[in-house]
């Protein structure tokens, strides 16, 4: 009866985290001036924000693979506000790239590229960022921070200007550790930051968006603690960019799925 109980709970928790993964915010963030941060791109379903991303071309977004909804999927690229939007301009239907393996946050490989249905034009207020060439560890002492719209408090309400903040990288076994007190083993090819042992993090609304250390793109927003942004809890879990550079590269290069 009581490992029922137990499968139960785990059962519970862990669709839970996928169910409250989607699209993650900022908590105790700021706003980003709009000479900074110029590759942020804002994913909508119906002309709404869903998830954050990241131009890393002219050609392709990059973001997270629970964002993908099954609905069309536009990308707005060019502002740092989503109610300041030239739709001629800055709007982009796309097309989905989701790595191959992926399933559900929890057994990782969250990543997608959207495909632009047209190239960018990259100047002063749309610039890509670039991406990290090799793992990094806690222990590299790097500036991080994540970036995104939507809500600044769990259950909050979602903000129309991009936010910002700093957050400082966990030590993956610390985080593996913190996450087992919740009965949920991290997949591979993760990163953490942010969440705990701060107050610092991200929550509902920019699931997808970049974690930036010493401005290039190392991890990819996938998932907290059941979408409690209360921090700090439990740490903050990204996609590891570097583990999926070549395949980030290959379609990049072939320039299709």
């Given at each position: 009866?009581?490992?029922?109980?137990?499968?139960?709970?785990?059962?519970?928790?862990?669709?839970?985290?996928?169910?409250?993964?989607q699209g993650?915010?900022?908590?105790?963030?700021?706003?980003?001036?709009e000479?900074?941060?110029?590759?942020m791109?804002s994913?909508?379903i119906?002309?709404?924000?869903?998830?954050?991303?990241f131009?890393?071309?002219?050609?392709f977004?990059?973001?997270?693979?629970?964002c993908?909804?099954?609905?069309?999927?536009?990308?707005?690229?060019?502002?740092h506000?989503?109610?300041k939007?030239?739709?001629?301009?800055?709007?982009?239907?796309?097309?989905?790239?989701?790595?191959k393996?992926?399933?559900k946050?929890?057994?990782?490989?969250?990543?997608?590229l959207?495909?632009?249905?047209?190239?960018?034009?990259?100047?002063?207020k749309?610039?890509?960022?670039?991406?990290?060439?090799?793992?990094?560890?806690?222990?590299?002492?790097?500036?991080?921070?994540?970036?995104?719209?939507?809500?600044?408090?769990?259950?909050?309400?979602?903000?129309d200007?991009?936010?910002?903040?700093?957050?400082?990288?966990?030590?993956?076994?610390?985080?593996?550790?913190?996450?087992?007190?919740?009965?949920?083993?991290?997949?591979?090819?993760v990163?953490c930051?942010?969440?705990?042992?701060?107050?610092?993090?991200?929550?509902?609304?920019?699931?997808?968006?970049?974690?930036?250390?010493n401005?290039t793109?190392?991890?990819?927003?996938s998932?907290?603690?059941?979408g409690?942004?209360?921090?700090?809890?439990?740490?903050?879990?990204?996609?590891d960019?570097?583990?999926?550079?070549?395949?980030?590269?290959?379609i990049?290069?072939?320039?299709?799925?």
């Open positions: 009866m009581m490992h029922a109980l137990h499968d139960l709970l785990l059962l519970c928790l862990l669709t839970c985290v996928g169910q409250n993964a993650s915010e900022i908590i105790n963030g700021r706003p980003v001036p000479s900074l941060m110029r590759y791109a994913v909508q119906d002309g709404k924000h869903v998830c954050g991303g131009l890393v071309s002219e050609d977004v990059l973001t997270a693979a629970h993908d909804k099954n609905s069309p999927m536009e990308v707005v690229l060019g502002t506000n989503l109610k939007v030239n739709n001629d301009r800055m709007r982009f239907s796309v097309k989905t790239c989701k790595h393996y992926y399933d946050v929890e057994s990782g490989n969250d990543i997608m959207l495909q632009l249905s047209r190239k960018v034009q990259l100047d002063k749309v610039k890509p960022i670039q991406l990290a060439k090799k793992a990094i560890k806690a222990t590299d002492n790097m500036k991080c921070l994540v970036a995104g719209w939507g809500f600044t408090a769990t259950n909050g309400k979602a903000v200007v991009l936010n910002r903040v700093d957050v400082p990288l966990i030590d993956l076994n610390v985080c593996k550790k913190q996450w087992k007190f919740q009965k949920v083993v991290l997949p591979k090819g990163l930051a942010g969440g705990y042992g701060t107050k610092n993090g991200f929550c509902q609304g920019d699931s997808g968006g970049p974690l930036v250390c401005g793109a190392v991890g990819i927003v998932f907290n603690m059941n409690n942004c209360d921090y700090p809890n439990r740490p903050n879990v990204y996609t960019i570097s583990q999926h550079l070549a395949w980030i590269r290959n990049l290069k072939k320039k299709r799925c």
